[in-house]
């Protein structure tokens, strides 16, 4: 073992730079891709969070519970609730129309967020996550 040649010398640092740049391409690979995730998030909170969605929010939180439907009919600023604020509107809406497809889909996701959300998940552990294995 004592004769160790210059070519094996030279294979041996060409394999532990390869290897060595596999390494970091892998981890950087996974930076830009967490970048990319946290940028797409951020802009989708940017876009969401318009002045215009910032002030209905307000009213929202500013709606007595269970206010009746006539409350929310009569104040066309309301009209973009939370469930629970508008859940007597929806019913009312349900019932003139006959109909139960009105709002289903806003009932349906207040629904799964009261029944999945609220322990599970935290400022570090985020829906996605939390209930990664959910089906409906």
């Not at 891709?33 to 969070?49: G, K, N, P």
């Amino acid at each position: 073992m004592g004769n160790v040649d210059l070519s094996t010398l030279a294979n041996i640092a060409t394999a532990l730079t390869v290897i060595t740049g596999v390494f970091f391409a892998l981890l950087e690979a996974r930076r830009a891709r967490q970048d990319r995730e946290e940028r797409a998030a951020f802009s989708t909170v940017q876009a969401m969070f318009t002045p215009e969605w910032i002030r209905s929010a307000a009213l929202v939180q500013a709606m007595p519970p269970g206010a009746p439907a006539s409350y929310i009919e009569n104040n066309e600023r309301v009209l973009r609730v939370a469930w629970r604020n508008l859940r007597p509107y929806v019913e009312s809406q349900r019932q003139k129309s006959g109909s139960e497809k009105n709002w289903e889909w806003f009932q349906w996701l207040a629904e799964q967020i009261e029944r999945n959300g609220s322990g599970r998940t935290s400022l570090k552990v985020g829906a996605q996550r939390a209930n990664r294995d959910w089906n409906p």
